[in-house]
């Protein structure tokens, strides 16, 4: 058996793009880049529409979420004989679905942006920490982290909010505990191996402390991967919120998520999907967009990644040297 290599061509070919112009356009702005990748522009749109309907909302549609009318009791969706806002259809009580559907992203939103902002910031500081200075530091905040995961998340919080009343407060609190061990966890491996590098060495030589250490140098560094990670996490709050409200226990009417809405409509759903369906898809959507977005900010907050999202796959594959293996 003989192993044949073929070696690299010395001269490039012409169509291959040159190292230079490719660092440069790896430099671009992340907006620029966005705009290239289709698929997390539209992931972009959609969330920042998202986030535009949970703010500016509710005050466009008043009160005709909550406005009753027996006598357009589940209507379908798509007719406009009666408005366009009850283009979604109605619920039993005759309130207007796309109405209730831009009230409750208000509420879901609501809840799951400060659990995730909340167990970011816990467990991002704690991790810095504990990584930076080792020792008992991070044994015991490992410790922490492992009591607190070694309980399902979902479990423990519909465990908490039975014993306590469920409110949006609650369900905050208690999601972002159980989301505190994923960012200082993250946090921690990150920071331990940041803290014998040569720049942390250096700045410590000319008595920097150890807050500004981690201050100025460490988290700048962390924060692309705990922005991707809360990212992600937000996506799992907010099913999470869903679930809970889907159960009976998280948002209580008369104030009312996706997840409720959903939960409301388990009844209907021989008669009248839309009631069901409609939240559904948007819990679905925005989750999925999160997703995308995350995946690409992963990649384009990453030096040594970015040149992924300026070179075409095309170039890229003819960029890597061949080799072919003959027995």
């Not at 559907?101 to 939103?109: G, K, P």
């Not at 423990?156 to 609190?173: K, R």
């Not at 009631?275 to 040594?304: E, H, N, Q, Y």
Request: with cysteine; proline share 7%.
């Amino acid at each position: 058996m003989s192993l044949d290599f073929e070696a690299p061509k010395t001269s490039e070919p012409e169509d291959v793009p040159e190292p230079t112009p490719v660092s440069r356009k790896s430099s671009a702005p992340l907006w620029k880049l966005l705009l290239r990748d289709r698929v997390a522009t539209v992931a972009a749109g959609i969330l920042v529409l998202v986030f535009l309907t949970a703010i500016f909302g509710p005050m466009l549609v008043g009160d005709a979420a909550s406005d009753q009318d027996l006598n357009q009791s589940n209507l379908p969706p798509f007719t406009l004989d009666t408005g366009w806002m009850n283009v979604l259809g109605t619920d039993p009580l005759g309130r207007s679905m796309l109405a209730r559907l831009i009230v409750a992203c208000q509420t879901t939103l609501s809840v799951a942006i400060p659990a995730v902002v909340l167990s970011a910031i816990i467990g991002s500081i704690i991790g810095m920490w504990a990584g930076y200075h080792r020792g008992w530091r991070e044994t015991t905040a490992m410790r922490v982290a492992d009591v607190i995961m070694s309980f399902p998340s979902l479990l423990m919080a519909v465990v908490v909010l039975y014993v306590f009343s469920p409110s949006a407060a609650n369900i905050v609190l208690v999601l972002a505990i159980t989301r505190i061990p994923i960012y200082l966890r993250t946090a921690r491996a990150e920071s331990a191996e940041l803290q014998s590098r040569l720049f942390v060495d250096a700045a410590r030589t000319f008595g920097a402390s150890s807050g500004a250490v981690i201050r100025r140098h460490v988290a700048p560094i962390l924060l692309p991967t705990l922005l991707t990670v809360a990212t992600l996490d937000f996506c799992f709050v907010m099913l999470a919120e869903s679930s809970l409200s889907f159960l009976g226990i998280g948002i209580q009417p008369p104030d009312v998520s996706w997840g409720l809405m959903v939960a409301q409509g388990r009844t209907y759903l021989q008669t009248a999907w839309w009631l069901s369906f409609f939240p559904g898809l948007a819990i679905v959507i925005t989750t999925v967009s999160a997703t995308v977005l995350a995946a690409w900010a992963r990649i384009a907050t990453d030096p040594a990644q970015r040149w992924r999202l300026t070179v075409p796959r095309s170039a890229k594959s003819r960029l890597l040297p061949v080799r072919k293996v003959v027995s």
